[in-house]
């Protein structure tokens, strides 16, 4: 099977028009009547095939003895028989050609070594068929545009507004309970797709199909443990070219969470902070709560995002106008003043309004209702501002008045079709729906408008920037065998594009001398042999010789030094390089991540990493802009602009080393196991940057 | 007039049992009607006076054409009259000798310098008469104990639950809003007081009420800028010191804001890092949203204050378990796990549970709905657990089914009296306020339970903490007149207690080599004069004189060559010390804020302060046990405890030297503008600390 026809059965899953269930029951209280009952009830427009050997009839339905006797295509199997039988009806599944199958049953992976061997049979069934597996030990999907609840769980047959929204879960119960949320909340959902054991179909696929499903225009994910972490990328990077934001919850950010996280799920855990770091050059939008989840997805998908940073506040109180504001400006966006004459026709209006920006209408609004709309058409016609959020205080808690308020938002929307809106007030869930439906975000707590402005405005600057993923594009250099001494790591490195200081190995007194007058005195002097990683405990380095006399006595030295030290060793002679003064040192690192492969790390050097562990991820391979971004995101960055009078450091030689570097790791992903260069030197503006030592380690 | 009668006045003010109104209408729809008419509804059961000089009845009451003419006491006056008749109208509440006064007339200080010095006029009269004046500009208060709406603002006359909440605003239109959402929250006010310009009552007085008020268990303070900071320092120690948690929302943390602020309120704005301290130093609660803030505030009323750090979780939803576990680890709580016992109990009920911690009891839940019970009983009977929070999914989303749960935790309630509890679920809020009623928290997102139960454990651990606060306790160290030389700052504060380095001051040559000889070599230099402030920049600092004629032939040439780059400088001679190496450089600074006064700063050296600004503040003065608190709260502690080999530091006497700077600071708060010691070095544990260098400037 191609990739294009697993994923072509995939979409013809999930879109199912025919769908069997093996283990049907007449009994619609039951694991195999539930699924029946479900898609018949909730207006499922296919056909549906009961299979049960011992019935023609199942709940009033045409039932047939066993896959094969179904005339006709099957797009999906809903298999709800106990784990032991799971594996034959998949076999003849496969022979008939179903599209895909969701397994409900568990005991597999996730209880036992035993199960995990029965699980694999199964992947390999859908493996060598093309048939797709969602589960095993999963509580299936639910396609709520084609009122298709594919599950047995009663929550996935919630009925709800349609929506633009998909989800995809790896936890069964929260996907259950995610629907009964999003009917609370008035949001629509359009799928809810649940991955269980990811025995094949996992939250990369699921993720995939989103993208290229064109009426989901928001991704929510709820992730315990990505398995195939480069799939995932694959599938985020996909969703970041097709610009659908992508809101993330992951599980275990704290020891704790980890902890339980592991206890809960078979998943293999990579460790959050690249996770983070991951999200963060893909654009995706971590949150920590439910709350904020589904509050953010539903703004998205109703109000769409806000074209750019700047927003204005408008308020009928001075007080939560200055708390928008505050979390405005936390959350990165931009709450400039009003222009001075827009503030001078509002206090004409109302003297004693506040005028910058939050505009408080104030208490006058009681005498004058009609200010408020005034306040919000003087703002968009006179100021640049991408998005506006007015708060209206208790004003809209009888229906009556939030009817009124949305016939004034509803005209300001067709007004100002560019513009990204949001209210808040105290307003009831039924008010509240009554304005998402009219495409405006509506909340009861202000600074939840205001956060779902600044969820908007990140996707925008993600999507305005230029990205690219090709984890195939990495470096020509080549990565020879180990063990690696300093000299070859730093040749390798050198060859792979990473600027590296120059120096020269020497084998004797008189050849050190030559090698250290070809270099410039002063040089240093390191010990080379492949057995000496601490080459400082064994008398192995010399610093600041700044003679050719000095160097030849040094080498001398060193070599019977060295060797009476570690006598098993095997010296090769000595590396001379010259002494490096001034500059901003870093350290830039691969780390070969168990789940997404190899990250690449940067941080200053000394305190900052050792005190204060200020050091960041990209996946590598990646770009000089993304290594800019990377540069700009550690706590210390001032550094690298120069303090206490120093010169502003080379930052484009750095970022073209770590970009180099991430080649470099993304090509020899399956040998490499981790890359320290430390400290790596990044000089004055002009003057460039390099490697002073640098550590190769191979995979076993 | 004393501060205990204005204190007395202010407690007759809010609980009055005899209420006059001042421009009182027949027309229950007008400023001087509504108060009428909302008092009257809401069932107040003391007298009410209307006066009005025209009318012999209003709204069926008994109208007096003056106050002088109502008969026995009043306790509070609410004037409704216009701007320009207050000051008559106080005068006269005055001579009646009336507790206190509202005045809902603004176009005071808020709007001119003219109306300030109106302003000032009203304070003049309460300040000579002890009667208080709330106001003016202002919405004034609800007593909902009383059934006292006394505001103009229909919002204040919502009915509620009876509470336990003391609500203290700065914004009249919040405290409005407030006691809307607390209705529709369902938790019930106690007292809502808002100040509006603060002529005479400020939040300080407030919250000095709410302190000495049996019925407020929780106070919630509203803040955009407060007036006097000493008297708001001091009514939060009678807080802290009476055990009554305090939950704050201060506006303006951000630039923007800031800005929004100044421009909203005619308060002086002290510095947000000064309030942050001073909360973190008082034991009050920050937080940033209205949600939270009535979240944390109705949890701490209902469920009181978990007695530990040690929380346990019950889920049905192992990802949403993890996901509780985040948050609860991520805000300082200890998710440890349960003992191997229990988990092996709870592996009998069900093998396949999650019996970490959270205890996952599964989707088993659906055929065995025992179990919910069985693992909360487990957990508490075995674990040592302070408080514990059940996540039920949406098991709760019916009527029938929350009262069936809620019989569960009564009973939990009543046989573990001292833990605390929560339930989440997807309930209505009905049921919510079942649940609040029945003294169980209750959340629709599982976050905010672990949130609430760490707020209570914050303060918990608060309230344990020994606590002092004496400002008018400091040091009896003299501070003589200045300029101030660096010779004479640090013998001013080595007899204010703090540890400063051994000088001498030499004012020949020969002279400076016998003090080098006394000090021990090697040396350092610097010119004392006090006309220079930066020494190097003229030559006036030569480090590591190591011998006596080295010393001798430094004097000669500073003496002339600063006398030649700095000829108006007033040259007294040199100061010698002796070389320092080793130890963590600090920086030991003094603040005075214009709204809290004398704020001590600390924090690390170097690109600590210079980069990462990583400092932190304490109100003066304080002890050691805070000045520990103060040293762990930077991000670099780990430098005190010794990286890369360097020894632990001697942080005692680093605590012991801030506590000594702030009392220096406190006891002359009057005349001190700064103090700036930098570096302040700690050495090793044991070998102490001490001043290197330091700065103080007096207010002009």
Known sequence: ?????????????????????????????????????????????????????????????????????????????????PGGLVEDMLRQCAAKGVAGVIVFAGGFAEVSEEGAEAQARLTAIGRESGMRIVGPNCMGFANFANNLPASFHPAFATPMPKGKIGLVSQSGAFGGLSSIMATQRGVGFRHVLTTGNEGDVGVADCLDYLVDDPGTEVILLYIEGVRDGPAFLDALARARKAK????????????????????????????????DAAFRQFGVHRVHSIEEFFDTGAALAVGGLAQGDEIALVTVSGGVGVLMADDAAA????????????QKKFKEIVPFAGVNNPLDVTGQIINQPEIFEQAMRLVLDEGTYDSIVGFQGAGLNTAEAAATALTMWEALKKDYPDKCF?????????????????????????????????????????????????????????????????????????????PVMETRVATSAKDAARAAGDLGLPVVMKIVSPDIIHKSDVGGVKLNL???????????????????????????????????????????????DPVFGPAVM???????????????????????????????????????????????????????????????????????????????????????????????????
Chains 1, 2 share one sequence.
């Open 602 to 700: 940067f941080g200053l050097g000394g305190v900052f990493v050792e005190v204060l562990k200020d050091v960041t991820f990209r996946m590598a391979p990646f770009d000089t802009a993304e290594a800019h971004r990377m540069i700009d995101e550690i706590r210390g960055r001032a550094m690298l602009d120069g303090v206490r009078g120093a010169p502003a450091s080379d930052t484009d030689a750095l970022a073209e080393a770590l970009a180099a570097v991430s080649r470099f790791a993304a090509a020899h992903r399956d040998r490499l196991l981790s890359i320290d260069i430390n400290p790596f030197v990044v000089l004055p503006k002009g003057e460039g940057a390099m490697a002073l030592d640098a550590v190769i380690e191979l995979q076993d």
């Open 546 to 592: 700044s003679s050719a006399s000095e160097v030849e006595s040094a080498f001398t030295e060193m070599m019977s030094g060295v060797a009476a030290r570690a006598p098993d060793a095997k010296l090769e002679g000595v590396l001379l390089a010259p002494m490096i003064s001034g500059g901003v040192e870093t350290i830039i690192g691969v780390h070969m």
């Open 422 to 498: 949001a209210v808040a007030s105290l307003m009831s869930v039924e008010s509240q729906q009554m304005f998402e439906a009219a495409g405006i975000p509506a909340f009861r707590e202000a600074t939840h408008a205001t956060r779902a402005m600044a969820a908007g405005a990140y996707f925008t600057r993600q999507f305005a920037q230029g990205f690219d993923w090709n984890p195939a594009q990495g470096s020509d250099a080549g990565l020879e065998d180990g063990p690696f001494t300093e000299a070859r790591a730093l040749k390798t490195l050198a060859a792979a594009g990473v």
């Open 244 to 275: 659908k934001p992508v809101v993330a919850v992951k599980l275990g950010r704290t020891d704790a969470g980890a902890k339980a996280a592991a206890s809960h799920t078979s998943a293999l855990a990579g460790a959050d902070a690249i996770y």
């Open 331 to 342: 959350r990165g966006l931009d709450v400039s003043e009003l222009p001075r004459g827009t």
């Open 1 to 81: 099977m191609s990739s294009i026809d697993s994923r072509a059965n995939l979409k013809r899953m999930f879109e199912a028009k025919s769908v069997a269930i093996i283990g049907a029951s007449g009994d619609p209280t039951r694991i195999g009547g539930r699924p029946v009952a479900m898609i018949r009830d909730m207006g499922f427009e296919g056909t549906l095939y009961p299979i049960n050997p011992n019935r023609d009839e199942v709940q009033g339905l045409k039932a047939y003895k066993t896959i094969a006797d179904v005339p006709g295509d099957v797009d999906l199997v809903i298999c709800a028989v």
